[in-house]
């Protein structure tokens, strides 16, 4: 098989399985975070607070890309499709004329921030490797798709915008106004994850350091309001019109 249809199966292959890249990241933090040393953070009951809201921020402007990518996008691009392929419109402007795959790059800094939370550089740095090399065959076969599907107008665009660092010397404006429902109705899951996996490697911390687990108050709370505003959200997205839109997906 020539290199480029097995990097593109491989994208392929791998596009299907993305969404547990979250599960992954939870499963590999445990070691880390048992065997990373946490004595610096008592060195000043400061460092702590100014780490974790760094590292909030980091995945809060993870959930920025994604939702200004989601909230502006044609309903019949793919995004949500988790079996194969699937694209009937291609989005060009707004933030699709600064980066091609502006939803990889949000995925990255929203998992980096919960990753940074474990304050182990060599798993900041394993987890980058990984990502990009699991990633760059995905977007290698999903452009390829793109290629096929819209030659010349894809190929166009390609050329004006990167693959994942973003430029904003051609920046077009979208003629597709910004629209909360749709961040409502598709993104809950991803922020309730994201808010999960911080307070995960917390109390892996805390269990560690201290040599046996404590179910704090403020990591039942948080999960909890976390999961309860999730199940709202997927109520009124599956049972009621509230979140409902006609043009959007």
């Given at each position: 098989m020539a290199l480029i249809h097995s990097l593109e199966k491989?994208?392929?292959?791998?596009?299907?399985?993305?969404?547990?890249?979250?599960v992954v990241l939870f499963l590999l933090s445990i070691?880390?975070?048992?065997?990373?040393?946490?004595?610096?953070?008592?060195?000043?009951?400061?460092?702590?607070?100014?780490?974790?809201?760094?590292?909030?921020l980091v995945s809060f402007a993870g959930?920025?890309?994604r939702a200004i990518a989601i909230g502006t996008s044609n309903k019949h691009t793919s995004g949500r499709n988790t079996k194969e392929q699937v694209a009937e419109a291609l989005n060009t402007k707004g933030i699709y004329s600064t980066v091609r795959h502006p939803l990889y790059l949000g995925n990255y800094f929203m998992w980096i921030g919960i990753v940074m939370y474990?304050?182990?550089?060599?798993?900041?740095?394993?987890?980058?490797?990984?990502?990009?090399?699991?990633?760059?065959?995905?977007?290698?076969a999903e452009e390829r798709f793109l290629e096929r599907k819209f030659g010349d107008d894809y190929l166009n665009w390609s050329l004006t915008a990167p693959a994942f660092i973003p430029s904003f010397k051609n920046y077009q404006k979208?003629?597709?106004?910004?629209?909360?429902?749709?961040?409502?109705?598709?993104?809950?899951?991803?922020?309730?994850?994201?808010i999960i996996g911080f307070v995960f490697v917390d109390f892996l911390r805390v269990w560690f350091?201290?040599?046996?687990?404590?179910?704090?108050?403020?990591?039942?709370?948080?999960?909890?309001?976390?999961?309860?505003?999730?199940f709202v959200l997927r109520s009124l997205k599956h049972y009621t019109k509230v979140l409902f839109e006609e043009d959007r997906s």
């Open positions: 491989s994208g392929n292959i791998l596009f299907k399985y993305r969404g547990q890249i979250p070691p880390v975070v048992y065997f990373t040393d946490y004595s610096f953070l008592n060195t000043n009951p400061m460092i702590h607070l100014i780490l974790l809201s760094g590292c909030i959930q920025v890309i474990t304050f182990n550089i060599w798993f900041i740095l394993v987890t980058t490797l990984l990502f990009w090399l699991y990633y760059e065959r995905i977007m290698f979208t003629d597709i106004p910004f629209s909360m429902k749709t961040i409502l109705r598709r993104e809950y899951s991803g922020v309730t994850a994201t350091v201290n040599g046996e687990p404590q179910f704090r108050m403020d990591h039942i709370l948080i999960t909890a309001g976390a999961l309860l505003i999730s």
